[in-house]
């Protein structure tokens, strides 16, 4: 069982929806992470939470908004998307050490289609 | 910018044979290095993390540090099909969020 759990694995939604994709890590990190990534490219970083502090990738929609209820949980919402919105979306965690490594720790993803 | 190049690939080897991966930098002050492996419509997994200059080997996995000329590498000794996969290279500077490289698409073919 992977230690960030993702829900849900899959998700069609029209462009007036309003739906939430959720992750939860249980390794006591203290940062969280949202990246989307569409096919043959890397992922890339959308919303990054550390220390009570939301970092937005200024390139991201606000049609994507990210919730933090707590420190293990990094929600995103998602309201009036495009269809080239559809992507795999990732959610990791990290311990958040700037001084040596800051391994990700991926869940399963959430695919996300957009009619 | 901070830049993270791998070239696309496909990269095909003989099953049994050594894969060899590649990575560039462009930042000097990467501290931190990793290699994911992602198998298509799943997430990444790490594979191998590196720090200090030379070779680190894990099973059948070498990576490889330059940080003087800006590279590393990863290595996969008797290549299986269940290898085939898009391995990501990821660098960490000064920031605590590493950079993704686009990813090398690995075929071992049987």
Same mark, same amino acid.
């Given at each position: 069982?992977?230690?960030?759990?993702?829900?849900?694995?899959?998700? +069609?939604?029209?462009?007036?929806?309003?739906?939430?994709?959720?992750?939860?890590?249980?390794?006591?990190?203290?940062?969280? %992470?949202? %990246?989307?990534?569409?096919?043959?490219?890397?992922?890339?970083?959308?919303?990054? %939470?550390?220390?009570?502090?939301?970092?937005?990738?200024?390139? +991201?929609?606000?049609?994507?908004?990210?919730?933090?209820?707590?420190?293990?949980?990094?929600?995103?919402?998602?309201?009036?998307?495009?269809?080239?919105?559809?992507?795999? %979306?990732?959610?990791?965690?990290?311990?958040?050490? +700037?001084?040596?490594?800051?391994?990700?720790?991926?869940?399963?993803?959430?695919?996300?289609?957009?009619? | 910018?901070?830049?993270?190049?791998?070239?696309?690939?496909?990269?095909?080897?003989?099953? &049994?044979?050594?894969?060899?991966?590649?990575?560039?930098?462009?930042?000097?002050?990467?501290?931190?290095?990793?290699?994911?492996?992602?198998?298509?419509?799943?997430?990444?997994?790490?594979?191998?993390?590196?720090?200090?200059? &030379? $070779?680190?080997? $894990?099973?059948?996995?070498?990576?490889?540090?330059?940080?003087?000329?800006?590279?590393?590498?990863?290595?996969?000794?008797?290549?299986? #099909?269940?290898?085939?996969?898009?391995?990501?290279?990821?660098?960490?500077? &000064?920031?605590?969020?590493?950079?993704?490289?686009? &990813?090398?698409?690995?075929?071992?073919? #049987?």
């Amino acid at each position: 069982d992977t230690e960030v759990t993702q829900t849900p694995k899959h998700l +069609v939604m029209g462009m007036t929806n309003k739906k939430s994709l959720k992750c939860e890590q249980h390794m006591g990190h203290r940062a969280m %992470y949202w %990246y989307k990534q569409k096919a043959k490219k890397p992922p890339e970083l959308m919303f990054v %939470y550390s220390y009570e502090k939301l970092s937005i990738n200024e390139s +991201v929609p606000s049609r994507f908004s990210p919730e933090c209820p707590n420190s293990s949980l990094l929600n995103l919402h998602l309201h009036a998307l495009q269809p080239e919105d559809s992507a795999l %979306y990732l959610c990791a965690s990290s311990q958040d050490r +700037v001084a040596g490594a800051n391994v990700l720790t991926f869940g399963a993803g959430s695919r996300l289609t957009v009619l | 910018q901070k830049e993270v190049e791998q070239n696309s690939g496909p990269l095909s080897v003989p099953e &049994g044979a050594i894969a060899s991966l590649n990575c560039t930098y462009s930042d000097r002050g990467s501290q931190s290095f990793f290699w994911y492996r992602q198998y298509s419509g799943k997430s990444p997994e790490l594979i191998m993390s590196i720090y200090s200059n &030379g $070779d680190k080997e $894990d099973g059948r996995f070498t990576a490889q540090l330059n940080k003087a000329s800006q590279y590393v590498s990863l290595l996969i000794r008797d290549s299986q #099909p269940s290898d085939s996969a898009t391995y990501l290279c990821a660098v960490k500077g &000064g920031s605590y969020i590493p950079t993704f490289g686009r &990813g090398t698409s690995l075929i071992v073919h #049987p």
